[in-house]
């Protein structure tokens, strides 16, 4: 049995699953805002419930926002503000009684995806998170890839390539640089582009749901919103040349990005042709619990995988 838990800012949720993906059973509780013990002991009780409950011990995945310092063991860029700078691994092993493994949410992402989702049997799988920000996690047979510095496919904060008119220095980002890839992709990004440069109080999903009805200020916007994904997906495909990459978050709700990024995207990739395929999510936001409870390895129909490292 593995033990996946999804540490978010507002909830964590748990889920034990069966070799075969299946879920057995699943937990809920409130994050405990602000108060670093208290997240500790509430992803051990949500352990420690999903174990009485199925009856067995289990292997514990966690993902999470931001990562932990292969250098010095402490959270670094977490939105959870109350996590940063702590011994989260060191202190959640102590209260278990076990190795905990970790990885960020985009990473559990792209590995619920590529185990048994919408990269299933793919070998190199790019995915992404583009919602409120964007995020990136990349794995390769099965495991992720992770790096010196923990932050293996993030290419939220490079900037978006190939500029056009206008696009540079681009808006200002919260990392302290500008034109960011994530200052025009994540749906903060779109609304404020639609809005032109004002805030409006209008969403992403609403600007795509407005260029759906025939709005043309929308669709413009929408148009300019794919060109971009195309021009910054294809420098990861220059780097990387993935098979599949996976679009999560809130934007993977588009439906003609599907069509339209990657017919854009091959006037920017060194290739004759590619065969790289941009698909929408399998299981979308249950891809948190379920990459992080794959983080101690999976059986496929061709053996068992290597745990991710
Ligand atoms: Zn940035």
């Known amino acids: 049995m593995r033990i996946g838990v999804d540490l978010g800012g507002t909830k964590i949720e748990g889920v034990a699953l069966d070799d075969d993906g ?22 051990a009780r949500v352990v420690t419930e999903l174990e009485a409950e199925t009856g067995t011990t289990a292997t514990v995945g966690v993902g999470m926002p931001g990562a932990i310092s292969p ?38 992402f792209a590995l619920s995806e590529a185990v048994d989702g919408a990269a299933a049997g793919a070998r190199v799988v790019f995915g992404v998170i583009v919602g409120t920000g964007t995020g990136g996690g990349i794995v390769v047979g099965g495991r992720v890839l992770t790096g010196p510095n923990a932050i293996a496919g993030e290419w939220g904060h490079n900037p978006l390539p190939w500029p056009r008119a206008g696009e540079w220095p681009g808006p200002a980002c919260y990392c302290g640089k500008t034109g960011c890839i994530e200052t025009f992709l994540s749906g903060p990004g779109l609304a404020r582009d639609y809005a032109g440069g004002g805030a409006d109080g209008v969403t992403g999903h609403e600007v795509a749901a407005r260029a759906a ?33 996976v679009l999560g978050g809130g934007v993977s709700q588009i439906a003609r990005l599907y069509e339209n990024v990657p017919r854009l995207w091959a006037a920017h990739v060194f290739s004759d042709r590619v065969d790289t395929r941009l698909v929408p999510p399998r299981h979308g936001a249950a891809s948190g619990v379920r990459g992080a409870a794959w983080l101690w390895g999976f059986t496929t129909g061709e053996g068992t995988a290597s745990p991710s490292t």
């Open 22 to 43: 299946e879920v057995r059973a699943r937990r809920r509780v409130a994050t405990p805002r602000d108060d670093y013990d208290g997240t500790v002991e509430a992803i």
């Open 71 to 108: 250098a010095t063991g402490l959270v670094k860029n977490a939105n959870s503000t109350w996590l940063i700078g702590r011994k989260l691994e060191k202190d959640l092993v102590r209260r278990l009684g076990r190795p905990v493994r970790f990885a960020n949410d985009a990473n559990c």
């Open 213 to 245: 009805r025939g709005e043309a200020a929308a669709e413009e916007a929408l148009a300019r919103y794919e060109d971009r994904m195309a021009r910054a997906l294809a420098s990861v495909l220059n780097v990387l040349d993935p098979d599949v990459v």
